[in-house]
């Protein structure tokens, strides 16, 4: 059966408040193939790759862009998104091309 990745990630705020988010990309990656596109080999903006923002609502004061990586996991649970790994890999690369981390 083909694998698939659970990707946990959360978006925590300068005062420390976490929001949590988890889902299903068709397709396998790895921490290995996608570390070297994140800041400190964890932080993404996530509205730039496909992934949902878990911004609190209101914003404030506290708020910026990013969000970490928590966990990629191998699942053979069906997507929860449209997001493939492949593509998931493209925006990262141009993430970081944009933001020349």
């Known amino acids: 059966m083909f694998m698939n990745t659970k990707i946990t990630y959360l978006y925590r705020d300068a005062g420390n408040y976490k929001n949590w988010n988890e889902v299903i990309i068709a397709g396998q990656i790895t921490t290995e193939q996608i570390t ?3 800041l400190d080999g964890r932080c993404f903006i996530a509205n730039e790759t496909g992934l949902k923002d878990m911004h609190f609502t209101p914003t404030n004061s506290d708020d ?3 969000h970490e990586i928590e ?3 191998p699942t053979k649970d069906l997507p929860t998104t449209s997001l493939t790994a492949n593509t998931l890999l493209k925006n990262l690369k141009k993430m970081k091309q944009k933001h020349l981390l």
């Open 36 to 38: 070297p596109y994140l």
């Open 64 to 66: 910026h862009n990013w």
């Open 71 to 73: 966990s990629l996991e």
